[in-house]
Every structure is written in structure tokens, then in C-alpha cells.
């Protein structure tokens, strides 16, 4: 950022102030029903039939919301998968299906707890919560993924629906939930775990696509507001890229 | 009630989150002192959440235990090795009064030892089996199966045959680095592109009050 002569705060608070009306406005437009049409993420479209997969079979579900925590450089896509754990918590409710949660971070915790126990709550089922439905397994992000790869290896489980921060340790899982035949819908944002989770998940969410998972499991029209306005900036920051580009070769010149 | 169960908190966290936001982004001393102390609040209270790790461990494993489930017996060595390290941990922080320059806690040699010779070696184990898993991994992506399978694998013979060419074909070293330096780093940095502009408006999200799952 030095070389174009603004602080990387300055470079934020302009991206958040240009992005604020845009968003604003796309919001407007889908409120009054004139955008909102989503694209097709086959990763996402096919939740629904991991919670029939195990409402079918009556085995659980796991639910992973990743290796990050609340409050620290993950929480973008812990958030992400703490906003599915909701929708999942609550199809998995309306139709009597357990979920299993798997929790690497403390913070995570209680937050997943209050989520399954809201969800029966919500379905007039408060008895049917067990706090025991969200485990934490260890914060060491290898610890967790061989206590994972345990479960996944020793318990009847239908499918792994895992969201969130995931580093190398993703493999361990990933490859011990293909041996065990357990359907697998994976997503992060690190493009390095991506590598390995094309290569075993039968569903995969890339990189920003975890984020819309709000935007098409309650489809409010701020959410979808946001997932266009994020298309619309991703534009702008490339056509700057191109230019800043064309206008460094000119400078050199 | 529903103020207090609903709006407060919502509201308390969007007004907390918009003054760190803003303290991180204007230079202003005053406002990052306050930032800072937000933060500092909510790293000791995440603090906590540990001990409720600790509780839902206990919960599970006891749960095991007391319904003989097949894992049962896995669940005891889990417990047992949690209250040993425990034990060893408390006891050590206490240092002596003798010596009070003495190393307590975690820099015990007791604590230590246990780290050294049980949490390492395991550690290192499952970082080994890594090297394996991304094999049958590799084994699994590069099956043909679509056209998208057979440019995977292309490229990757074409990125392996660079680093092992031992100097026979001179331009195969040049066309990895090419491959990883042009088409793999840009696919890279588009990926982290979205991902950056994702983050940023689920913060938006967030700090609206759209997107809540810490409350109804």
C-alpha cells in the first residue's frame, strides 16, 4: 500500500465506505424483488439431504465449525459455520435427527450449545437439548483432528458437514471419513487446505463461498444484498488491480 | 425480558464491535487505548471458555464411561491422562517457598517432561502420517475422471518432472516455476481475493446485527 501512498487503514476505511452504500443499495433493489437471483453452489444445495441422509437412517450428523475461534484472525469463517450450524440445528430438530458438533476452540463452545439449544427450544422440544451434542475435543488444532478422525472411525455417522477454519490437520479427517464412507460436505478458505479437501470431500465449498451460506440458507434480502455487493466489489478490485498495473508498466517506462 | 434477552446484547455487541472497528481504523490514541481494552475484556472472558471445555470433557467421558459405550474404555485413559497433567499442573505451579526463583507451571521440569516425552512424540506421529494420507490423497484427485481430472493431473507430472529432472531437461525447472509462479499463484491470490472481501462484509453483516447466532 505504501507504494500508492495510503496506510493500510486508509485502504479499509475507504473499501468500507465504498462498499457500505453499494451494499445498501443492492439490499434496496432485492427487497423490492428486482435482483436476488443466486447462483447454483452444488455444495450448498445438497445440506438438505445430509440432514434427510441421517433423518432417513437415524444415525447423526457431525457438524465441525473448524479449528478457529471467536475473537481471533478465523472468525470470519468460524461465524460462517456457526450461521450453518443454526440452519442445520434447526431442519435437524424439525425431523428428529441428532447432531453431533465438534468444537477445537473453547469460545466456540458455548455459542454451539446455545444454538442446539435454541433450535429445540424454538421446535417446542427444550427436553430433547443435550448439551453432550457439542463436544469439544481439544484446542490444538492435530489433538482435535485425531480425536475427529476417532469419532468419524468408531461412530455410526451419515455424513461430516465440516465449516470453517481448517489447516493441514484437515487431512487427517478427511481421509479417515473417506475410509469410513461417511459423505462429506467440506468448505474453508485457506487456499492450501482447499488442495486436500478437493481431493476428499464429496462437496466443497471454496474459499468465499463459505460466506454465502447465510445468504442461501435464509435467503434475507441483506444477505443476499451482500453476496451481490461482495460480486460487484470483487469487479472493482480487479479492474484496480489491472489498472494500478497498466500504471506502474507506463511509470517504469 | 425480551430487552434484556434480545436487544441488549445485540446491541451492546454491534456498539463494542463499531468502536473497535473504529479505533482500528483512525489514529486516534484515546479511542485505541479503549479498543484495546475491549479486546484485553474479551480475551480474559474467552479465558473462561476453556474451564467450560474442561467441564464438557468431563461430561462426555463420564457419559461414556457410565453407559459402557464401545468407546468406554478410551474415555477412562482420556480422563485418567486429563487429571494427571491437571494434578502435575496445579502442584507445580505452586512453587516452593525455599526457592522462589525456581521454574512453576507450564516451565516445570515435571510439566515439561510430559510435553517432551508424551505430547511431542504423539504430535510428531500424527505429522508423519500427513506425508502418507497426502498420497492416497494425490492418488484419489489425480484418478481421471473428467476433464478437469486430466488437467489437474497434466499439471502436476509436468510440476513433478521440474523438481526431479536432475538437470537433464534444463526447461522442465522453468516451466514449474512458470506454472507456480503465474497460473497457481494467481488462482491463489483470487481465492484469497474473495475470501478478503467475504470476511469484510460478514463483519458488515455482523456489526449490522443481521447475522447473530449468539442470540434470536
Not at chain 1, 434447526?90 to 463452545?109: G, K, M, Q, R
Not at chain 2, 463494542?16 to 480474559?44: E, H, K, M, N, Q
Not at chain 2, 525456581?102 to 510430559?114: C, D, L, N, R, Y
Request: aromatic content about 6%; glycine content about 8%.
Amino acid at each position: 500500500m505504501d507504494d500508492i501512498g495510503l496506510s493500510t487503514g486508509t485502504v479499509a476505511l475507504m473499501l468500507l465506505l465504498l462498499i457500505l452504500p453499494v451494499l445498501f443499495f443492492l439490499t434496496s433493489r432485492v427487497r423490492a424483488g428486482k435482483s436476488g437471483t443466486l447462483r447454483q453452489i452444488p455444495g450448498l444445495e445438497d445440506l438438505p439431504n445430509s440432514v434427510g441422509r441421517s433423518a432417513e437412517t437415524g444415525q447423526p450428523l457431525h457438524v465441525s465449525v473448524g479449528v478457529g475461534g471467536v475473537g481471533g484472525l478465523s472468525t470470519a469463517e468460524t461465524w460462517t459455520g456457526l450461521t450453518l450450524l443454526t440452519q442445520l440445528a434447526d431442519e435437524a430438530t424439525s425431523c428428529d435427527t441428532p447432531l453431533i458438533v465438534t468444537v477445537s476452540d473453547p469460545t466456540v463452545l458455548p455459542i454451539a450449545q446455545d444454538i442446539l439449544r435454541r433450535a429445540s427450544a424454538r421446535h417446542g422440544n427444550s427436553d430433547g437439548y443435550d448439551p453432550t451434542q457439542v463436544r469439544f475435543i481439544a484446542p490444538n488444532p492435530m489433538a482435535y483432528a485425531a480425536g475427529v478422525s476417532g469419532m468419524l472411525e468408531r461412530e455410526p455417522l451419515t455424513g461430516s458437514v465440516m465449516v470453517g477454519s481448517f489447516g493441514d490437520e484437515y487431512l487427517l479427517m478427511g481421509q479417515t471419513g473417506v475410509r469410513c464412507g461417511v459423505h462429506q460436505v467440506i468448505g474453508t478458505a485457506d487456499p492450501v487446505t482447499l488442495a486436500q479437501v478437493y481431493a476428499s470431500a464429496d462437496d466443497t465449498l471454496v474459499g468465499e463461498e463459505i460466506f454465502a451460506v447465510g445468504a442461501y440458507t435464509r435467503r434475507l434480502p441483506v444477505q443476499i444484498g451482500s453476496l451481490l455487493a461482495e460480486d460487484w466489489a470483487r469487479w472493482v478490485v480487479a479492474a484496480a488491480v489491472v489498472l494500478l498495473a497498466i500504471w506502474k508498466i507506463l511509470t517504469r517506462a | 425480558m425480551a430487552i434484556l434477552k434480545r436487544t441488549l446484547p445485540a446491541a451492546l455487541a454491534i456498539a463494542v464491535g463499531l468502536f473497535v472497528l473504529v479505533a482500528l481504523l483512525l489514529p486516534v490514541p484515546l479511542l485505541s487505548t479503549i479498543g484495546t481494552y475491549f479486546i484485553d475484556c474479551a480475551v480474559i472472558i474467552a479465558a473462561f471458555a476453556l474451564f467450560l471445555g474442561l467441564l464438557n470433557v468431563l461430561r462426555v467421558h463420564l457419559g461414556h464411561i457410565r453407559e459402557r459405550t464401545k468407546t468406554w474404555r478410551y474415555s477412562v485413559v482420556l480422563l485418567v491422562a486429563l487429571v494427571l497433567v491437571l494434578v502435575v499442573g496445579v502442584v507445580t505451579l505452586m512453587p516452593s517457598q525455599a526457592d522462589q526463583s525456581q521454574p512453576s507451571g507450564p516451565s516445570h521440569p515435571a510439566m515439561q517432561w510430559i510435553f517432551t516425552n508424551v505430547m511431542v512424540p504423539i504430535q510428531a506421529t500424527f505429522g508423519a502420517l500427513l506425508a502418507f494420507l497426502t498420497l492416497a490423497a494425490a492418488y484419489r484427485l489425480f484418478r481421471l475422471r473428467n476433464a478437469q481430472s486430466a488437467v489437474l493431473l497434466v499439471v502436476a507430472l509436468l510440476v513433478l518432472a521440474g523438481q526431479a529432472s536432475f538437470g537433464l531437461l534444463p526447461v522442465l525447472p522453468q516451466l514449474r516455476d512458470w506454472i507456480l509462479d503465474v497460473p497457481a499463484l494467481a488462482g491463489m491470490r483470487g481465492i484469497l481475493l474473495g475470501v478478503a472481501l467475504g470476511t469484510v462484509l460478514t463483519g458488515i453483516r455482523l456489526l449490522l446485527g443481521v447475522e447473530r447466532p449468539y442470540s434470536d
